[in-house]
């Protein structure tokens, strides 16, 4: 599976868009780029994923660049309960995988 | 209705004893795991079932031994347990063919050995 690499921390003003940036330049072409959040201590949540297109939820939207290398995942207006540690993963849909997560990014919500 | 439960939920025990912690998911998933968390927050894969068939084993003491009985719980034992094996454990579940959402994941174990 690809390595992903992303900004340890970022802070964003309540109610303002959060974009949380993720590289991943080995990315091979089965690879699906994955967004998780981990809130306090609780289990990593899915948010959102992505092979080429841009996605859209009701959590979040997932924008992958054309060359597949890097990606944004967009909070649209975060509030303090967004605030958590975001990991961005990369792998393929049918791999037994050995993933890791971390350490990813801390985003802190301010009021 | 919870999609994965693991249990127990905090476990404090003493050096040198043996533990288990158990973990059932109800989603109908092929495939679970045992994640470690460590305190600098990587969650690192230890152990990986499908239909019961152990496919990923990293380098873990043999102190932890996994146990599937069925493709729904994955169980984790740890003997003689070690200051060190403090960490919260978190399972989790996927389907590996078709992969859909990825993991499912529980709501962690944190284990304190003294």
């Known amino acids: 599976d690809a390595k992903t690499t992303q900004p340890p921390s970022m802070d964003c003003a309540e109610g303002r868009a959060a974009n949380l940036p993720c590289n991943h330049s080995?990315?091979?072409?089965?690879?699906?780029v994955y967004w998780y959040r981990q809130i306090h201590s609780q289990g990593p949540q899915y948010i959102i994923h992505?092979?080429?297109n841009n996605e859209t939820n009701e959590m979040a939207s997932l924008i992958i660049t054309e060359d597949r290398k890097s990606s944004t995942l967009i909070l649209p207006h975060a509030t303090l309960r967004d605030t958590a540690v975001y990991y961005c993963i990369a792998r393929s849909k049918t791999s037994y995988d050995k993933v890791i997560f971390g350490p990813g990014t801390s985003l802190s919500v301010i009021p | 209705d919870t999609a994965v439960s693991q249990t127990p939920k905090y476990l404090v025990t003493q050096m040198g004893n043996d533990k288990s912690i158990k973990c059932e998911q109800n989603l109908g998933h092929d495939t679970m795991y045992w994640y470690k968390q460590d305190s600098k927050k990587f969650l690192k894969i230890m152990f990986s079932?499908?239909?019961?068939?152990?496919?990923i084993n990293e380098t873990v003491p043999n102190r932890f031994s996994p146990k599937s009985p069925d493709k729904a719980h994955l169980n984790l034992h740890i003997n003689s347990l070690e200051l060190g094996d403090s960490a919260v454990y978190f399972c989790?579940?996927?389907?590996?063919?078709?992969?859909?959402?990825?993991?499912?994941f529980g709501s962690g174990t944190r284990l304190t050995v003294v």
């Open positions: 079932y499908n239909n019961k068939e152990l496919i």
């Open positions: 989790a579940s996927s389907q590996t063919q078709g992969g859909g959402y990825g993991y499912t």
């Open positions: 080995t990315i091979s072409g089965n690879e699906y």
């Open positions: 992505g092979l080429k």
